[in-house]
């Protein structure tokens, strides 16, 4: 098991103890007063938190900047029969 897989486990277990624990109702206030289950709260919270962590964690789109190479340093592709060449018996009779 990887590290990754290993810490969701983890924290899906804590999530599930914390709220299990934590069923009774508490006043909140949304524009009024209101008695919510803190379950609804924490698991609201800690949804919103995942949502908010993943999209803040993914890595961004990275634009193609012409600039970045020069254009001395890209090796000319050969086209042809190289690759053929390059190839062992038993590579060509795996394609075929």
Same mark, same amino acid.
């Given at each position: 098991?990887?590290?990754?897989?290993?810490?969701?486990?983890?924290?899906?277990? @804590?999530?599930?103890?914390?709220? *299990?624990?934590?069923?009774?109702? +508490?006043?909140?206030? $949304?524009? %009024?007063?209101?008695?919510?289950?803190? @379950?609804?709260?924490?698991?609201? *919270?800690?949804?919103?938190?995942? +949502?908010?962590?993943? $999209?803040? %964690?993914?890595?961004?789109?990275r634009t193609n900047n012409d600039n970045d190479v020069e254009d001395n340093d890209k090796e000319p592709i050969e086209r042809g029969n190289n690759?053929?060449?390059?190839?062992?018996?038993?590579?060509?009779?795996?394609?075929?």
């Amino acid at each position: 098991m990887s590290f990754k897989t290993i810490f969701i486990i983890i924290v899906s277990v @804590l999530v599930t103890i914390i709220l *299990m624990n934590n069923t009774d109702e +508490i006043q909140f206030w $949304i524009f %009024g007063n209101a008695k919510i289950p803190k @379950l609804a709260v924490l698991g609201f *919270m800690f949804g919103l938190g995942a +949502i908010v962590g993943y $999209i803040a %964690g993914r890595p961004g789109k990275r634009t193609n900047n012409d600039n970045d190479v020069e254009d001395n340093d890209k090796e000319p592709i050969e086209r042809g029969n190289n690759k053929e060449n390059q190839l062992s018996d038993e590579d060509r009779e795996y394609i075929s």
